[in-house]
């Protein structure tokens, strides 16, 4: 049997400029245990050692998440390198800054004082400059809240308003380094 090893392949004419190469590993992590909070909480992590300082990682993540009594409470995914956040919306005036989608009362799929459903996914390229190992992690967190205790439910898609889940599903991080 023949075994064919490399660290890297490149296009006989070569890449186009700013273009990177190969994928050189993939790291996945998975659950289906479902987090019920009303505080902000760590969803998923996982970690990913770079075998070049000039690799890029590319952070992929999908999941579902359920809100009840969203009425003075607004969420947000925020990915972190590490404890550093990473890739965040640009700071404007009095809007919050998020990795990933954000929901709550500003939603206009969600009204005052009702329950929503949503689907999660987050693309981004991340450059972390190291070979050491580096632990990426997806968050959610309260970046507006008044009034009312809102619960959200990650790794749920469907909330009745009576407490009864309508699907329970996982939720999932992958990490692919990209040779720099």
């Given at each position: 049997?023949?075994?064919?090893?490399?660290n890297?392949?490149i296009?006989?004419?070569?890449?186009?400029?700013?273009?990177s190469g190969?994928?050189?590993?993939?790291?996945?992590?998975?659950s289906d245990?479902?987090?019920?909070?009303?505080?902000?909480?760590?969803?998923?992590?996982?970690?990913?050692?770079?075998?070049?300082?000039?690799?890029?990682?590319?952070?992929?993540?999908?999941?579902?998440?359920?809100?009840?009594?969203?009425e003075?409470?607004?969420?947000?995914?925020?990915a972190?390198?590490?404890?550093?956040?990473?890739?965040?919306?640009?700071d404007?005036?009095?809007?919050?800054?998020?990795?990933?989608?954000?929901?709550?009362?500003?939603?206009?799929?969600?009204?005052s004082?009702?329950?929503?459903?949503?689907?999660?996914?987050?693309?981004?390229?991340?450059?972390?400059?190291?070979?050491?190992?580096?632990t990426?992690?997806?968050?959610?967190?309260?970046?507006?809240?008044?009034?009312?205790?809102?619960?959200?439910?990650?790794?749920?898609?469907?909330?009745?308003?009576?407490?009864?889940?309508?699907?329970?599903?996982?939720?999932?991080?992958?990490?692919?380094?990209?040779?720099?």
């Amino acid at each position: 049997m023949s075994e064919l090893r490399t660290n890297r392949i490149i296009p006989r004419d070569g890449l186009p400029s700013g273009a990177s190469g190969g994928i050189i590993q993939t790291v996945h992590a998975f659950s289906d245990t479902k987090i019920e909070t009303s505080v902000d909480a760590d969803i998923i992590s996982a970690s990913i050692t770079p075998s070049t300082s000039s690799s890029k990682i590319l952070f992929m993540y999908t999941g579902n998440a359920a809100q009840e009594n969203t009425e003075g409470r607004e969420w947000a995914f925020v990915a972190y390198r590490g404890s550093t956040q990473i890739r965040l919306g640009r700071d404007e005036s009095s809007n919050s800054r998020a990795t990933f989608q954000a929901f709550g009362t500003d939603n206009v799929a969600v009204n005052s004082n009702s329950n929503g459903s949503y689907t999660i996914t987050g693309i981004l390229v991340d450059e972390p400059n190291t070979t050491s190992a580096v632990t990426y992690k997806l968050a959610i967190e309260q970046f507006y809240t008044s009034g009312t205790t809102a619960t959200v439910k990650i790794g749920e898609s469907g909330w009745d308003g009576t407490g009864i889940e309508q699907v329970t599903n996982g939720y999932s991080l992958t990490l692919m380094e990209i040779s720099g």
